[in-house]
C-alpha cells in the first residue's frame, strides 16, 4: 500500500485513502461508492478495516496503523502476484497523416514542436490505418524514443477493404448530379453534361 502517513483513520481523505479502498475492495470487502469515489475514510472503510483487523488477529482500532497496512499488503501481493505499473501521460498528439500510394506506401513528415514536452528529445510513435469514416483498421505498436527516420510496415487483414476509387469519386458526383442517371448523362458537341 505503501502509505505515506504514519496512520489512517475516521476523516482521512486523499490517494492513501484511495488505495487503501482498494485494496479492501480487492479483499472482498464492502465500501461505500460515494466514500471510495470522494477517497474519504468515512464509516463503511473503518467497518472494512475492523473486519480486516478482526479476521486476522490484529487489535481492532478502526486505524490503519503499521500492522494493518503490513497485513493488508501481504494479503493483496498474494492475491495478486502479477502487477503492471506505469505513468500515465498526456493523451496521443497526432503528428501527421498521409494517403497512402497504389503500392501501399506512405510518409509522414513532422517536426519537433509536435511532440516536444520538457520531458521529451524524441517521438513515441504509432501508425495507424483508419478507413475514410475515421474507423482504425490496423495499429502498429508503439515504437519509443524513435529516431529521426523510422520505417513500421502496418499489416492490414485482407478482408478490410475500403471503398474503390470508383466508389469514391461516385460518391463526390452523385450529389452534383441532381437526380440524373450517371449513364443519362452526354458528352458531346451538343452537350457537355
Not at 493488508?72 to 501521460?89: C, S, T
Not at 497512402?100 to 517521438?123: N, V
Request: proline share 3%; charged share 25%.
Amino acid at each position: 500500500m505503501n502509505l505515506r502517513v504514519s496512520a489512517l483513520s475516521l476523516a482521512s481523505s486523499g490517494y492513501d485513502v484511495r488505495r487503501l479502498q482498494l485494496e479492501l475492495r480487492q479483499l472482498g470487502f464492502t465500501i461505500d461508492d460515494h466514500e471510495a469515489g470522494a477517497a474519504t475514510f468515512g464509516e463503511t472503510t473503518r467497518a472494512a478495516v475492523q473486519q480486516f483487523q478482526q479476521a486476522n488477529g490484529l487489535s481492532v482500532t478502526g486505524v490503519v496503523d503499521e500492522a494493518t497496512a503490513a497485513r493488508i499488503n501481504a494479503q493483496v501481493e498474494a492475491r495478486f502476484p502479477f502487477v503492471v505499473r506505469g505513468v500515465v501521460r498526456q493523451t496521443e498528439e497526432p503528428l501527421g497523416d498521409a494517403m497512402t500510394d497504389d503500392s501501399g506506401r506512405y510518409e509522414i513528415r513532422y517536426t519537433a514542436e509536435k511532440f516536444s514536452r520538457a520531458e521529451k528529445g524524441s517521438a513515441d510513435l504509432r501508425v495507424a490505418m483508419s478507413n475514410p469514416e475515421g474507423r482504425e483498421l490496423a495499429s502498429s505498436p508503439i515504437r519509443f524514443n524513435a529516431g529521426a527516420q523510422e520505417m513500421i510496415d502496418l499489416v492490414v487483414d485482407t478482408g478490410v477493404r475500403g471503398p474503390s476509387d470508383y466508389e469514391r469519386e461516385l460518391a463526390t458526383v452523385e450529389p452534383l448530379l441532381q437526380g440524373l442517371s450517371l449513364a443519362g448523362l452526354k458528352e458531346d458537341d451538343q452537350h457537355q453534361d
